[in-house]
């Protein structure tokens, strides 16, 4: 699978942002029960596979080809079923499912608001639905971030489609912070080279391949440091707070009673 710097790999991707994303996770295992189980934008179903237990179906949905069938084929011993779906037209029946989580996902869309009604739709009248996003002042330049949220922002949006939501922060001590820090300084120094802006000047895709090759030049230098366990950060650094300010790295809603 290429690195584009967005889908967390092992061994490749910093510590924190894999924790980051383990620890998302976590928090929605801890609010849901049996049944069935949607993880949209599932990757290589490394997280989809914190949702294993006997009295649950596991679904993931990527919009790659590829990468789907490598989650089934990576996940065999919990019968993960995968299959390629676009996060704004799964192609599934409606009020079947669960539980649904879109992690890291809805920024992605440059109409959210059609991927938070498909998930509605999926989603049983007694189902619960996360959605866990960066939280726009704490987000850095990145050009597949096409929608970002904050707390006041997310809420209506979902509240459009879901009659119960809860927003909440998902924070990290001060050594993770400190250590996003750090990668954002380096990405700033970096884009202060681009004094004529160009980056803004060329056509989308150029922007975003660019932006793939020094992220995954950027992960190759810092790897020894900041990766493979060597920066000593887990998910056990990460906690949800209703104290959302402007740092909180993340979002996490929790979206009940879905309008039809």
Known sequence: MKLTGERPIEGVT???????????????????GDGLFLDIGCGLGEGTAQFASPGRQLVGADYDPETAAAARDGHREIRLVTFCGDGEALGLRGDVFDHVCSSHLIEHFVKPAVHVREVARVLSPAGSAFFITPNAPADFENPFHVSLFEPRELRETLEAHFADVDVLGLDATQVVKTDFERRRETARRLLRLDVFDLRH???????VALHGFGRRVAYRVLARQQSEGNSGITADEFYLTSDIDPSTLVLFAVARKPLR
Do not use: Q
């Open 14 to 32: 910093p510590d924190s942002l894999l924790a980051l994303h383990a620890a998302g996770y976590r928090e929605v295992a801890e609010r849901i």
């Open 201 to 207: 000047r060329l056509p989308r895709s150029w922007f």
